[in-house]
T-cell receptor, first 116, second 112 residues
């Protein structure tokens, strides 16, 4: 079990630049989630995929944010025209939904984004 | 809107000193209350899922319990390696709404 992996682990960018993060879920998991966490807060839900379909999006996910999961495997989260308020830890989680799975969400190590 | 409130915000204990962390929640139908542990700079690590009032789960020095309004994470005879932030999260009952709503966590420090 290799766990959820995320790349890069750290990203420093200048305001106005675009950034893209990648998440590789646990291999048999059909559900994939993105969360954002700022210092001293709990993770906040951004979006969720079942296989390749994006089924739920938070109001936090502005037009500058887009997520994809082509072929139901890895996922990418892109932020366009970054702002300083986008600085946060971006967490990916995956789960294996019912009826065969418990749907427990397992998190990756996160990507720390700093916007200068 | 689902709400999760954790207390205390921070807790310092001597090694071996048992205590409890609290998670109060408001959710429109509960389909799971989750406890995670998070070390600095890392992603949350899954600990327990509780589904119904009266349910209890244990793992090493940790025991989680659930009532209709709150959950407790009891830590017995903690060791320094138990130092971490403990996060509580809820998922509501309507299928298709899969997000977890997290509290802000309790930062636990165990002093040797």
């Amino acid at each position: 079990d290799t766990g959820v992996s995320q790349d890069p682990r750290h990203k420093i960018t200048k305001r106005g630049q675009n950034v893209t993060f990648r998440c590789d879920p646990i291999s048999e998991h059909n559900r994939l989630y993105w969360y954002r966490q700022t210092l001293g807060q709990g993770p906040e839900f951004l979006t969720y995929f079942q296989n390749e379909a994006q089924l739920e999006k938070s109001r936090l996910l502005s037009d500058r944010f887009s997520a994809e999961r082509p072929k139901g495997s890895f996922s990418t989260l892109e932020i366009q025209r970054t702002e300083q308020g986008d600085s946060a830890m971006y967490l990916c989680a995956s789960s294996f939904g019912p009826p065969l799975g418990t749907d427990t969400q397992y998190f990756g190590p996160g990507t720390r984004l700093t916007v200068l | 809107e689902d709400q999760v409130t954790q207390s205390p915000e921070a807790l310092r204990l001597q090694e071996g000193e048992s205590s409890s962390l609290n998670c109060s929640y408001t959710v429109s139908g509960l389909r799971g209350l989750f406890w995670y542990r998070q070390d600095p700079g890392k992603g949350p690590e899954f600990l327990f899922t509780l589904y119904s009032a009266g349910e209890e789960k244990e793992k090493e020095r940790l025991k989680a319990t659930l009532t209709k309004k709150e959950s407790f994470l009891h830590i017995t005879a903690p060791k320094p390696e138990d130092s971490a932030t403990y996060l509580c999260a809820v998922r509501r009952s309507n299928f298709g709404n899969e997000k977890l709503t997290f509290g802000t966590g309790t930062r636990l420090t165990i002093i040797p």
